[in-house]
């Protein structure tokens, strides 16, 4: 799993958990929930199409 897909994972867990908090910043809550999207994305994309290794460089 790619660095970036557990620090997008962290960030978005991260403003779920200040939703539940009594004193909501919502701006930050939400640039926050952005910034972890973004990472996921960053992740997923590194993941799906990141350079791989082929069989035949041995």
Known sequence: MSYTLVFGLAIVAISIVRLTRSDIDLLL???????????????VWRWRFGPRKWKGDR
């Open 29 to 43: 809550m939400l640039l926050d929930t952005a910034l972890g999207i973004l990472w996921l994305g960053a992740g």
